[in-house]
């Protein structure tokens, strides 16, 4: 079974920054993206940013030039530095890994973005 843990989460002013993880453990054969999402209330979960296993990333517009996602030397850990974060970042923020057919989601960490 394989279980994903972030961490990194908090309560920052805006203009500030955070760095999340995300470790996933248990029985992985091969991983082909990893991504963070996040889902603010009242609001549907959206694509944050995404590192496929060749390194390809991918960013939502709104993220561009602020968020950086990242593996980690051990392969099974993805890191997303959030840098200028500002009141509208807030929202819980989720770590995802493809593995072919399967998905895997972890809890969650919140964010929260003061002004």
């Known amino acids: 079974q394989v279980q994903l843990v972030e961490s990194g989460g908090g309560l920052v002013q805006s203009g500030g920054s955070l760095r999340l993880s995300c470790t996933a453990s248990?029985?992985?054969?091969?991983?082909?993206?990893m991504s963070w999402y996040r889902q603010a209330p009242g609001k549907e979960r959206e694509l944050v940013a995404n590192i496929a296993s060749g390194g390809t990333t991918n960013y939502a517009d709104s993220v561009k030039g602020r968020f950086t996602v990242a593996r980690g030397n051990a392969k099974d850990t993805v890191y997303l530095q959030m840098n200028n974060l500002k009141p509208e970042d807030t929202a819980r923020y989720y770590c995802?890994?493809?593995?072919?057919?399967?998905?895997?989601w972890g809890q969650g960490t919140q964010v929260t973005v003061s002004s």
């Open positions: 995802n890994l493809g593995s072919w057919p399967f998905d895997y």
């Open positions: 248990g029985s992985i054969s091969s991983i082909s993206a």
